[in-house]
Nanobody, 123 residues
């Protein structure tokens, strides 16, 4: 079992930055790929959930959606059982609930989800 808890969301102006964290409990954290997904306002969870970024278990290989490439950076610290999402140059269209997920092939199959953290980009 793996439990995931996100933090770091909030309100930020366009062009600003936020760093999301996802803390995992469980001894198998380093066995999983980790990813961030988001769901825009008005969209029910499980529908129209958008892939944002993912990192392999080793932390060496990363993947990004085209919409965030060059602005967001995913990283993980297996010693701290934590994955991060550094978000820079934020835009209003980045507004969403951001979810952390774990899975062996996390981009396509997610075994565990966090509860989500709200990110709002607005002036």
């Amino acid at each position: 079992q793996l439990q995931l808890v996100e933090s770091g969301g909030g309100l930020v102006q366009p062009g600003g930055s936020l760093r999301l964290s996802c803390a995992a409990s469980g001894r198998t954290f380093s066995s999983y790929g980790m990813g961030w997904f988001r769901q825009a306002p008005g969209k029910e969870r499980g529908k129209e959930r958008e892939f944002v970024a993912a990192v392999t278990w080793s932390g060496i290989v990363t993947y990004y959606a085209d919409s965030v490439k060059g602005r967001f950076t995913i990283s993980r610290d297996n010693a701290k059982n934590t994955v991060y999402l550094q978000m820079n140059s934020l835009k209003p269209e980045d507004t969403a609930v951001y979810y952390c997920a774990a899975g062996v092939a996390v981009r396509t199959t997610q075994d565990y989800w966090g509860q989500g953290t709200q990110v709002t980009v607005s002036s």
